[in-house]
Nanobody, 129 residues
């Protein structure tokens, strides 16, 4: 059974930092895309940052480039999202997701939530201005 468990969310003032963690179990932790997505109240889920497990290539939404960093710890089967210079508009529920190893995903499509089949329960990030 695949499980993705997020942690690290919370409340922070604008300009602050948070680090989210996603611990994966029940799946082969290599050769697949994993990523962070977010959904603000009343809005659609959107891609934030993705990484190809094993290869390490990353992709970011324009809104977070230069502020957020996604990384992997293969020994811990964990994906991280370091979020710096947080803004009020970053407030959302953040979800970790994993794609199938058979999924056809490229740099341009890796931020599409529809490409991912495994999802965590989400962790709330609230940024106050």
């Amino acid at each position: 059974q695949v499980q993705l468990v997020e942690s690290g969310g919370g409340s922070v003032q604008a300009g602050g930092s948070l680090r989210l963690s996603c611990s994966a179990s029940g799946l082969i932790y290599r050769s697949r895309y994993m990523g962070w997505f977010r959904q603000a109240a009343g809005k659609e889920r959107e891609g934030v940052a993705t990484i190809y497990i094993g290869g390490g290539s990353t992709n970011y939404a324009d809104s977070v480039k230069g502020r957020f960093t996604i990384s992997q710890d293969n020994g811990q089967n964990t994906v991280y999202l370091q979020m710096n210079s947080l803004k009020a508009e970053d407030t959302a529920a953040y979800y970790c997701a994993a794609a199938s190893t058979l999924a056809t995903i490229g740099t341009k499509t890796s931020l599409d939530p529809g490409r991912y089949i495994y999802w965590g329960q989400g962790t709330q990030v609230t940024v106050s201005s």
